[in-house]
């Protein structure tokens, strides 16, 4: 039976819960003893020994599960690389508290058993309105890396996002699956370079342009770890973007110190003249928490925006991004599409932030614990489950299709 029909049972009382023993496989596993705090790549199908020790063991039947098993499946180093946030990790929190906060209110008796989740993104139709966000160093997680992820989302019909510094060329990414692709770029000091690897984007088919401009990180935990990509990874990860260098002859200092000077920490309104400039494909603009941002965004011929305070890894306490969506939505009153990350982990949390003025969401650590544990299945399973929950919710609440997800379906609880 597949999940979504066995959720529809679920839902409809044919079923019975299934509890979940995913903290249980970690739990009774020994903590890795990790001697160098460096990120590495787990061994392909190294979880699933672990996980089938248990007979009782199941898939994970919510998102949030994938972490226990990542964290079982990782170096300590990796895990926290990815799961952390910075300084006191406030923002991580209210990402995830935020959505409590908003209740769904469903109206009764508007008889929607088969919603349509699909909606467009930049003109592109896509299954449901959950994008695979660009994450840094997938390789990482998982031996296939962003290959695997590519491959999921397309089989999902969605799109997926390509970090920069994801740790696999634009070329192979786009040989990894047919499916729609955005172009993620960290802007490197040298416009040339840059310049050179958005047209590289371009010819390898990518749909659109992400300029990611929330930079600058402090996370405790990389710096207790030590925390450094490892070596061979660094020199893919330069050459990828198109840096030239003698970097086998380099110290693993002398590489972290080169890639730490490379990149444009001062950016300004430019960045996005420049871009606009070198380019003919949509630009979207991540890291957008103020209405006047947007707007000013906006009268820079951006064609879209993600709302995103960058899951909490950069500036710690900034707004969740769910309590500041409407705001930007409502400063430019649809002359741009809007996205949202940070803190979606179930379907509901999709319907509150469509409901808000979201287009779509774009999740980043559940599908990357899910790449870590079970490489392009988990990713799948991720989507999948995402699927069934928004199905749920919309059939709960009268939607037939995404564009009758409406404000008046939630409320704010009156303690946020």
């Given at each position: 039976m597949d999940r979504r029909k066995f959720s529809h049972l679920v839902a409809c009382g044919a079923g019975s819960t299934i509890a979940s023993l995913a903290a249980q496989a970690h739990s009774s596993q020994p903590q890795t003893n990790e001697s160098q705090a460096t990120g590495s790549a787990p061994k392909p199908k190294?979880?699933?020994?672990?996980?089938?020790?248990?007979?009782?063991?199941?898939?994970?039947?919510?998102?949030?599960?994938?972490?226990?098993?990542?964290?079982?499946?990782?170096?300590?180093?990796?895990?926290?690389?990815?799961?952390?946030?910075?300084?006191?990790?406030?923002?991580?929190?209210?990402?995830?508290?935020?959505?409590?906060?908003?209740?769904?209110?469903?109206?009764?008796?508007?008889?929607?058993?088969?919603?349509?989740?699909?909606?467009?993104?930049?003109?592109?139709?896509?299954?449901?309105?959950?994008?695979?966000?660009?994450?840094a160093g997938q390789r990482m997680y998982h031996a296939d890396?962003?290959?695997?992820?590519?491959?999921?989302?397309?089989?999902?019909?969605?799109?997926?996002?390509?970090?920069?510094?994801?740790?696999?060329?634009?070329?192979?990414?786009?040989?990894?699956?047919?499916?729609p692709k955005w172009f993620q770029l960290y802007a490197p000091k040298d416009r040339e370079i840059g310049k050179r690897l958005i047209q590289r984007a371009q010819r390898a088919g990518f749909r659109a342009i992400i300029l990611t401009v929330d930079l600058g990180e402090w996370k405790d935990a990389d710096r207790r770890n030590r925390f450094t990509l490892p070596r061979e990874m660094m020199i893919k990860h330069l050459r990828d973007f198109g840096f030239v260098g003698n970097f086998e002859q380099m110290t693993?200092?002398?590489?972290?110190?080169?890639?730490a000077s490379v990149w444009d920490m001062g950016m300004t309104w430019e960045i996005v003249d420049w871009l606009r400039d070198i380019t003919?494909?949509?630009?979207?603009?991540?890291?957008?928490?103020?209405?006047?941002?947007?707007?000013?965004a906006v009268s820079k011929g951006v064609q879209g925006i993600v709302v995103s305070n960058h899951g909490g890894?950069?500036?710690?306490?900034?707004?969740?991004?769910?309590?500041?969506?409407?705001?930007?939505?409502?400063?430019?009153?649809?002359?741009?599409?809007?996205?949202?990350?940070?803190?979606?982990?179930?379907?509901?949390?999709?319907?509150?932030?469509?409901?808000?003025?979201?287009?779509?969401?774009?999740?980043?650590?559940?599908?990357?614990?899910?790449?870590?544990?079970?490489?392009?299945?988990?990713?799948?399973?991720?989507?999948?489950?995402?699927?069934?929950?928004?199905?749920?919710?919309?059939?709960?609440?009268?939607?037939?299709?995404?564009a009758a997800i409406s404000r008046d379906l939630i409320t704010r609880s009156k303690l946020g």
């Open positions: 190294q979880l699933s020994a672990v996980v089938n020790q248990s007979p009782t063991a199941v898939e994970p039947v919510a998102v949030y599960e994938y972490e226990a098993l990542a964290r079982a499946a990782l170096p300590r180093p990796t895990f926290e690389y990815i799961s952390t946030g910075s300084a006191d990790q406030v923002t991580v929190r209210e990402n995830l508290a935020a959505y409590q906060r908003i209740h769904v209110v469903p109206p009764l008796l508007r008889g929607v058993t088969q919603p349509d989740l699909s909606t467009t993104a930049l003109g592109e139709k896509i299954s449901l309105p959950v994008i695979l966000a660009p994450v890396g962003a290959l695997a992820a590519a491959r999921a989302a397309a089989d999902a019909k969605t799109i997926m996002g390509i970090s920069s510094s994801v740790l696999d060329s634009v070329e192979e990414v786009a040989q990894a699956s047919t499916g693993h200092d002398e590489l972290i110190s080169f890639n003919r494909l949509p630009v979207l603009l991540k890291g957008v928490l103020r209405p006047d941002d947007a707007v000013r890894r950069r500036l710690d306490t900034m707004p969740a991004t769910i309590d500041v969506v409407e705001s930007i939505a409502q400063s430019v009153a649809g002359k741009v599409e809007i996205y949202l990350d940070g803190g979606i982990r179930r379907g509901t949390d999709v319907l509150k932030a469509i409901a808000l003025g979201a287009r779509a969401v774009l999740i980043g650590r559940p599908y990357v614990w899910a790449l870590a544990a079970e490489g392009e299945t988990g990713v799948k399973n991720v989507l999948e489950l995402l699927r069934s929950e928004l199905t749920n919710a919309m059939s709960a609440c009268g939607c037939n299709n995404t």
